[in-house]
C-alpha cells in the first residue's frame, strides 16, 4: 500500500492506530483526538514507562502487550528499543507526523519550558528537569528531539517493507495538515 497524504481516503476503518513522530511532534495530542473521533480506547505510552523518579517501571512491557492485545486501541509508536515489533506488527492504521524540524523544535522547547515553569506534574509524580540539564544530559528531551527527528520515517519505511499490504500509513506534514485530517476524520470523510 503506498504512502497516504492528507487527502487520500482510508482502506479501511482504523481499529488499531498507532501516532509516530519525533518528540514534541504532537503525538500525544492527535492520539487523544483519533480516541475520541473513533472511540478507541487509549493509553499514554509515557505513562507506563516512567516510574517515580523518571526510573522506568518493571511492568512496563507486560501492560504495553496487554493493551495491544485488545482488538481495537490507539496509541504513540515509541519505545521500539523496549518493546520490538509489539506495537507495529499489531497495528492497522500509522499516523506519521513528519514534521519539519523547526516546528518540532518550536513546540517541543515551548511544551518542555512551559512544563519546567508550572512544574507540572507528568507521570507518576515526575517533573521537567531543570533547565540546565539541557546542557549537561545527552537524553534531555529537547536534545532527543534534534537527535532523532529522523527516525520515524525509517521506522515507517521498515514498517512499509514489511507489512505495506496491512497497514495504512499517513503522512502528515505540518499542522494545517493534522488539522484538515482531524476535521475529516471527525466528518466521517476518511474511508471510500
Known amino acids: 500500500m503506498p504512502l497516504l497524504s492528507v487527502d487520500d481516503l482510508l482502506p479501511w476503518t482504523p481499529r488499531r492506530v498507532l501516532v509516530t513522530g519525533t518528540s514534541g511532534a504532537g503525538k500525544t495530542t492527535l492520539s487523544t483526538a483519533v480516541a475520541q473521533a473513533l472511540g478507541l480506547p487509549r493509553v499514554e505510552l509515557d505513562a507506563l514507562h516512567h516510574g517515580p523518579g523518571w526510573v522506568p517501571r518493571v511492568s512496563f512491557a507486560e501492560e504495553v502487550a496487554a493493551f495491544v492485545a485488545q482488538p481495537r486501541w ?75 527527528h529522523a527516525k520515524p520515517g525509517r521506522r515507517v519505511a521498515a514498517l512499509l517493507e514489511q507489512r505495506g499490504d496491512q497497514v495504512a500509513v499517513v503522512r502528515l506534514r505540518g499542522r494545517a495538515q493534522v488539522g484538515r485530517w482531524l476535521r475529516r476524520l471527525r466528518e466521517g470523510c476518511l474511508q471510500g
Open 74 to 148: 490507539v496509541t504513540e509508536w515509541q519505545y521500539t528499543d523496549k518493546l520490538g515489533q509489539l506495537l507495529s506488527g499489531r497495528a492497522d492504521t500509522v499516523i506519521w507526523l513528519d514534521h519539519p524540524r523547526p516546528l518540532v523544535m518550536w513546540q517541543v522547547t515551548r511544551r518542555t519550558l512551559r512544563r519546567r515553569w508550572r512544574r507540572e506534574l507528568l507521570w507518576n509524580g515526575n517533573i521537567e528537569p531543570a533547565l540546565h540539564t539541557l546542557f549537561t544530559d545527552p537524553e534531555h528531551v529537547i536534545r532527543w528531539a534534534w537527535r532523532t
